[in-house]
Protein backbone atom coordinates (compact mmCIF):
# COMPACT_ATOMS: atom_id res chain seq x y z
CA UNK A 1 0.00 0.00 0.00
CA UNK A 2 1.39 3.37 -0.94
CA UNK A 3 0.64 6.21 0.69
CA UNK A 4 -0.35 9.47 -1.15
CA UNK A 5 1.11 12.95 -0.40
CA UNK A 6 -0.90 15.19 1.70
CA UNK A 7 -1.46 18.45 -0.58
CA UNK A 8 -0.84 21.27 1.98
CA UNK A 9 -1.32 24.29 0.30
CA UNK A 10 2.27 26.26 0.44
CA UNK A 11 2.26 29.43 2.64
CA UNK A 12 5.01 32.29 2.04
CA UNK A 13 6.46 33.34 5.70
CA UNK A 14 5.98 37.24 6.19
CA UNK A 15 9.30 38.66 6.02
CA UNK A 16 10.14 41.17 8.49
CA UNK A 17 9.44 44.50 5.80
CA UNK A 18 6.19 43.32 5.11
CA UNK A 19 5.37 43.03 9.29
CA UNK A 20 6.49 46.59 9.71
CA UNK A 21 5.05 47.93 6.74
CA UNK A 22 1.38 46.07 7.68
CA UNK A 23 1.52 47.68 11.51
CA UNK A 24 2.63 50.87 10.36
CA UNK A 25 -0.30 50.67 7.61
CA UNK A 26 -2.50 49.91 10.90
CA UNK A 27 -1.34 52.66 12.39
CA UNK A 28 -1.93 55.27 9.59
CA UNK A 29 -5.47 53.71 8.93
CA UNK A 30 -6.88 53.82 12.55
CA UNK A 31 -4.66 56.80 14.28
CA UNK A 32 -4.00 59.06 11.61
CA UNK A 33 -6.62 58.76 9.13
CA UNK A 34 -6.99 62.42 8.05
CA UNK A 35 -3.00 63.53 8.49
CA UNK A 36 0.14 62.48 6.53
CA UNK A 37 2.18 65.00 7.29
CA UNK A 38 1.92 64.22 11.12
CA UNK A 39 2.54 60.12 10.26
CA UNK A 40 5.60 61.04 8.40
CA UNK A 41 7.11 62.58 11.58
CA UNK A 42 5.91 60.54 13.44
CA UNK A 43 7.11 57.36 11.49
CA UNK A 44 10.56 57.41 13.44
CA UNK A 45 8.82 57.17 16.91
CA UNK A 46 5.87 54.56 15.89
CA UNK A 47 9.18 52.03 14.76
CA UNK A 48 10.96 52.18 17.95
CA UNK A 49 7.73 52.49 20.40
CA UNK A 50 5.41 50.52 18.79
CA UNK A 51 6.33 48.71 16.13
CA UNK A 52 9.63 47.08 17.14
CA UNK A 53 9.46 47.40 20.79
CA UNK A 54 7.29 43.41 21.17
CA UNK A 55 10.28 41.78 18.94
CA UNK A 56 12.81 43.34 21.15
CA UNK A 57 11.16 42.13 24.28
CA UNK A 58 10.73 38.60 22.97
CA UNK A 59 14.38 38.61 21.45
CA UNK A 60 15.89 39.64 25.13
CA UNK A 61 13.54 36.95 26.47
CA UNK A 62 15.36 34.48 24.07
CA UNK A 63 12.07 33.55 22.58
CA UNK A 64 10.27 34.24 18.96
CA UNK A 65 6.68 33.73 17.55
CA UNK A 66 5.03 33.16 14.44
CA UNK A 67 5.12 36.50 12.57
CA UNK A 68 1.08 35.91 11.96
CA UNK A 69 1.07 35.33 15.85
CA UNK A 70 3.03 38.72 16.55
CA UNK A 71 0.41 40.65 14.08
CA UNK A 72 -2.20 39.38 16.15
CA UNK A 73 -0.59 40.52 19.20
CA UNK A 74 0.21 43.78 18.42
CA UNK A 75 -2.45 44.71 16.33
CA UNK A 76 -5.96 43.04 18.14
CA UNK A 77 -4.58 42.72 21.75
CA UNK A 78 -2.52 46.23 21.88
CA UNK A 79 -3.31 48.63 18.93
CA UNK A 80 -7.37 47.87 19.02
CA UNK A 81 -7.94 48.01 22.80
CA UNK A 82 -6.08 51.42 22.55
CA UNK A 83 -8.06 52.44 20.14
CA UNK A 84 -10.93 51.58 21.64
CA UNK A 85 -10.56 52.89 25.04
CA UNK A 86 -8.38 55.67 24.39
CA UNK A 87 -9.59 59.31 23.49
CA UNK A 88 -7.61 59.33 20.77
CA UNK A 89 -8.34 63.21 19.59
CA UNK A 90 -6.84 64.51 23.18
CA UNK A 91 -3.63 62.90 23.22
CA UNK A 92 -0.99 65.51 23.19
CA UNK A 93 2.18 63.15 21.50
CA UNK A 94 0.73 59.87 19.51
CA UNK A 95 4.09 57.97 19.40
CA UNK A 96 4.52 58.36 23.18
CA UNK A 97 0.87 57.15 23.95
CA UNK A 98 0.61 53.80 21.75
CA UNK A 99 4.48 53.04 23.16
CA UNK A 100 2.73 53.16 26.70
CA UNK A 101 0.05 51.25 25.64
CA UNK A 102 2.49 48.24 24.76
CA UNK A 103 4.92 48.79 27.81
CA UNK A 104 1.46 48.43 29.59
CA UNK A 105 0.12 45.49 27.87
CA UNK A 106 3.58 43.83 28.54
CA UNK A 107 3.61 44.50 31.96
CA UNK A 108 0.23 42.92 31.99
CA UNK A 109 0.47 40.28 29.55
CA UNK A 110 4.49 39.88 29.02
CA UNK A 111 4.49 36.64 30.87
CA UNK A 112 1.73 34.52 28.86
CA UNK A 113 3.34 35.44 25.82
CA UNK A 114 6.19 34.43 27.32
CA UNK A 115 5.32 30.48 28.44
CA UNK A 116 3.03 30.51 25.41
CA UNK A 117 6.16 31.22 23.44
CA UNK A 118 8.40 28.30 25.56
CA UNK A 119 5.42 25.45 24.78
CA UNK A 120 5.91 22.38 22.61
CA UNK A 121 4.11 23.84 19.44
CA UNK A 122 5.53 27.38 19.26
CA UNK A 123 9.51 25.57 20.19
CA UNK A 124 9.03 23.60 17.00
CA UNK A 125 7.98 26.27 15.32
CA UNK A 126 10.93 27.95 16.74
CA UNK A 127 13.17 25.19 15.52
CA UNK A 128 11.50 25.37 12.01
CA UNK A 129 12.41 28.86 11.48
CA UNK A 130 15.89 28.30 12.57
CA UNK A 131 16.42 25.95 9.85
CA UNK A 132 14.94 27.77 7.76
CA UNK A 133 17.31 30.65 8.48
CA UNK A 134 20.20 27.87 7.72
CA UNK A 135 19.03 27.85 4.34
CA UNK A 136 18.60 31.48 3.75
CA UNK A 137 15.55 32.35 5.35
CA UNK A 138 15.20 34.61 8.48
CA UNK A 139 13.26 35.20 11.46
CA UNK A 140 11.40 38.06 10.69
CA UNK A 141 10.99 38.89 14.68
CA UNK A 142 14.76 38.38 15.52
CA UNK A 143 15.59 41.18 12.23
CA UNK A 144 12.62 43.55 13.75
CA UNK A 145 14.65 43.11 17.41
CA UNK A 146 17.98 44.02 15.45
CA UNK A 147 16.42 46.69 13.51
CA UNK A 148 15.50 48.11 17.35
CA UNK A 149 18.42 47.75 18.53
CA UNK A 150 20.15 49.06 15.46
CA UNK A 151 17.87 52.43 16.15
CA UNK A 152 18.65 52.59 19.61
CA UNK A 153 22.21 52.77 19.19
CA UNK A 154 22.08 55.42 16.73
CA UNK A 155 21.24 57.94 18.58
CA UNK A 156 24.29 60.13 21.15
CA UNK A 157 23.82 62.15 24.01
CA UNK A 158 25.47 65.58 23.33
CA UNK A 159 28.56 65.29 25.99
CA UNK A 160 28.76 68.08 28.43
CA UNK A 161 31.62 70.42 28.02
CA UNK A 162 34.47 70.50 30.42
CA UNK A 163 34.80 72.79 32.99
CA UNK A 164 37.84 75.02 32.30
CA UNK A 165 38.14 76.91 35.19
CA UNK A 166 39.91 75.66 38.14
CA UNK A 167 38.25 74.76 41.69
CA UNK A 168 39.34 76.38 44.90
CA UNK A 169 39.67 74.08 47.77
CA UNK A 170 39.06 76.33 50.33
Not at 32 to 53: C, G, T
Amino acid sequence: MTRLPINRPFRRQQTSQELRDELLRFIQVHFYPSNLIQFAKDRPNLMRWVVLKFAAWLTSRGVTVTPERYLDIVRDNILMPALQHGSTGQIAYLPAWLGKAVDTHLAHHGEEYYYSAKTARDATQGALAIARAGIGQSDPIRDLATASRLLKTGKKRPSKPPIKAQLNLL
